[in-house]
């Protein structure tokens, strides 16, 4: 009401005058190493024999007299590597297929003086021959470069976690060479940061330049992607074929030769997928014309199964939606192509994962349109080529870096760019647009005969419906079935929308703070909970508390000013203290609990009362005691978890006048009384537009004076659905 003086009435102000960001990048990374490759397939493979000139410039301000090498490969050497101990730690006791693994031939510095390697001994599993180590014969001071020449023999795997081959001649070679770590320094002093090849934790790379030249049998003639850009392919007098590659400023080399597969090149242009209200509003935040602000026009490659020739368009139109996107918010795009590799049937296991300038989508037949695979995974996964690839965090420690802001992203695309996607359930291999809130049977090829021929099925009762009692006394086909029972157990268009469906990730296991390293999470749920779900959610919220100008400044910066370099969590906490001043919250507070800490976040409306006022105190027991229009209200709010943080709360009182308050959230209570008010409170709404989206308990969160019989009943039914939401197909992979 207007006689409340105090109270901060919250609009959408937000400030565009903040001084526009330089709209200047850098072009190119610090290239600490240089790769130059030969590597021969022997015969059809899964051998591949090579020899790399590596050369590694020490950018620090220490020397060093050692090169620390990733073999990622020998995880696949035998039982007693460091992954697949872990993964039987964490009751994973899969095994590949058959072994892989990386001989070391021969090493030596360029002027052919030999070098001594060990491998590095890991506690956990003291046979893991994943980290090489090198001894120097003279120190590299800073400044300084060594190269050397390391001649190496790899065997792939059958396609096991993210690299390896199929049975019909599809080969994926992701850390298959010999790869250097990174010297850093951390608070330990100046060190190589090269861990094992570790059950949770991915990879962590310097940037430079890579060139490969890669012999195959003639078969796989135009069938090869790669991380980098080819550049010529010559046939030999032996029956095959070697293809030259070259690819600048990037962390790692991946490629991908399939013989079966369907190859096309399309040109993403820019000027066909404009969104000019968001590129207005990108344009204006950051102070910067459109010009600026629009992303380049990019090679997209697309390497797909012939049985996925359904998805073609699909795949090309979740890439060239991701590049505009991506660029329009993030910053360019600065390479040449970009390439989707569908991977082979028999070699799931290396879909979904990212590597410089390519990624794996994978994906199953007969999707709906409305049902955002391959999209999901596409965007996901191209995602990662500005969080991962440009921006190249440490995957080793801090995951969230790439993943929380890859799903961040992800949402928002899907979400700009398709309409609202739509639930399925599966019956035998046939999906089904719709939504069961309860358990349906499940059918399983062998059940259905027996369940087809039941002749009475119980429908048990729901809040919402009595319990149902069908006859069924002719075949039909389940579809038709399903359709006639009622809405409790069929709901034939339900929307999901996958920011909304993280949220699932509240009824999960938080132990464990955003801040400790991903190889060391006690649980893969935990790993996948710190490192995707709930930092995206993270993220929405701040995004949400400080509004979207603020936010899109805050971001682009993040992404420009990280470019090509290996930032860590303390420089996000710097880009957003900078980025969110003036949104009102404290936002050192504010990261100290979300990132260090484990705190809930959970409010709750406790107590509304609205008392009539006592006009005659002798007279209480009858209605001419009290007056008829003048209100005593009490509003009583509970901050019910521990996090701290402000929250908005709505009244809306019987005149219809609506207030918004901002409390602070740092008491347990907020107390608001009214003792002479002309309308009843008729509503209490807190955090009314769903800016918290770290709030556990959104049912809580909603008084009304008479409970409204259906808004009820929405609600439990949107539960039941949020209650159900999985992870989204890649949430346990890249
Ligand atoms: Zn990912």
Request: one cysteine or more; proline letters at 5%.
């Amino acid at each position: 009401m207007q006689w409340v003086h105090w109270i901060t009435v919250f609009g959408v102000v937000v400030n565009w005058t903040s001084a526009s960001l330089p709209a200047q990048l850098p072009s190119q990374s610090a290239k600490t190493v240089d790769y130059q490759m030969e590597v021969k397939m022997v015969g059809d493979g899964p051998t591949l024999r090579g020899v790399e000139r590596v050369t590694w410039r020490n950018q620090t301000t220490a020397p060093t007299s050692e090169l620390w090498w990733h073999v990622y490969n020998n995880a696949w050497a035998g039982r007693d590597s460091v992954w697949l101990t872990e993964a039987r730690g964490f009751g994973d006791d899969k095994l590949p297929r058959a072994w892989g693994n990386t001989e070391i031939d021969a090493l030596a510095l360029a002027d052919g003086t030999s070098l001594e390697w060990t491998w590095v001994a890991q506690e956990k599993a003291p046979l893991d021959r994943t980290v090489m180590r090198v001894s120097l014969p003279i120190p590299v001071e800073p400044g300084g470069e060594v190269s050397v020449e390391l001649k190496f023999t790899a065997v792939l795997p059958p396609a096991f976690r993210r690299s390896g081959w199929g049975d019909s001649g599809y080969f994926h070679a992701a850390q298959w060479y010999p790869k250097l770590g990174v010297f850093e320094e951390s608070a330990d002093g100046f060190a190589w940061n090269c861990e094992p090849y570790h059950y949770l934790s991915e990879f962590y790379a310097d940037y430079g330049d890579y060139t490969l030249n890669l012999t195959l049998p003639e078969k796989y003639a135009g069938h090869v992607v790669a991380t980098g850009t080819l550049k010529s392919e010559l046939a030999n007098a032996d029956g095959t074929v070697t293809i030259a590659m070259h690819a600048e400023d990037v962390h790692d080399f991946a490629w991908t030769a399939d013989p079966k597969a369907l190859l096309e090149k399309r040109r993403f242009l820019e000027s066909e997928w404009r969104d000019e209200v968001e590129e207005r509003k990108v344009a204006d935040a950051l102070g910067r014309s459109l010009d600026e602000v629009r992303p380049r026009d990019v090679e997209m490659i697309l390497l797909l199964q012939p049985e996925h020739e359904e998805y073609r368009e699909r795949y090309f139109e979740a890439t060239a939606k991701s590049l505009y996107y991506f660029g329009l918010w993030y910053g360019e795009y600065p390479y040449d192509t970009i390439t989707c590799v569908d991977p082979a049937n028999d070699a799931g296991n290396t879909g979904g994962m990212e590597y410089p300038r390519l990624f794996t989508g994978g994906v199953s037949r007969g999707n709906h349109e409305r049902v955002l695979r391959p999209e999901g995974i596409t965007v996901h996964e191209f995602g990662h080529q500005f969080w991962y690839g440009l921006v190249g965090n440490d995957e080793f420690n801090h995951a969230w870096l790439d993943e929380g802001f890859t799903t961040f992203s992800t949402n928002r695309v899907l979400s700009k760019a398709w309409p609202a996607e739509l639930q399925t359930y599966q019956v035998l291999d046939r999906q089904f647009l719709g939504r069961a809130p309860l358990t349906t049977p499940s059918f399983s090829k062998n059940e259905t005969r027996a369940w087809l021929t039941l002749q009475h099925a119980l429908i048990p009762s729901t809040p919402w419906s009595d319990s149902l009692s069908l006859e069924l006394s002719h075949s039909t086909s389940i579809e038709a079935w399903l359709r006639e029972i009622p809405v409790a157990s069929y709901l034939p268009e339900v929307t999901s929308d996958r920011t909304t469906g993280l949220l699932s990730i509240h009824g999960k296991d938080w132990g464990q703070a955003l801040a400790t390293p991903t190889w060391n999470m006690v649980s893969n749920q935990l790993r996948r909970t710190n490192a995707y779900s709930r930092p995206a959610l993270t993220l929405e919220t701040m995004s949400r508390l400080m509004g979207e100008a603020r936010w899109i400044r805050l971001m682009r910066d993040w992404h420009e000013s990280q470019r090509f370099r290996h930032p860590l969590p303390e420089e996000f906490r710097d880009t957003l203290l900078r980025h969110g001043e003036g949104a009102g919250v404290d936002w050192l507070d504010f990261w100290q609990q979300a990132y260090h800490q484990n705190p809930r976040m959970d409010f709750k409306v406790e107590r509304v009362d609205n008392f009539p006022l006592v006009v005659d105190a002798r007279n209480l027991d009858s209605e001419q005691g009290f007056a008829d229009s003048i209100w005593h209200v009490r509003v009583e709010i509970r901050r019910t978890g521990e996090f701290r943080v402000p929250v908005e709360v709505d009244l809306l009182y019987a005149d219809g006048v609506q207030e918004r308050h901002t409390w602070d959230g740092q008491a347990g209570v907020w107390l608001y009384e009214l003792p002479a008010s002309t309308a009843k409170v008729v509503r209490v709404l807190v955090d009314p537009e769903h800016k918290l989206m770290l709030e556990r308990n959104w049912l809580d969160n909603t008084w009304t004076l008479d409970a409204d019989e259906s808004r009820a009943w929405n609600a439990s039914v949107r539960a039941l659905i949020w209650a159900q939401q999985v992870l989204h197909f890649y949430g346990g992979r890249g």
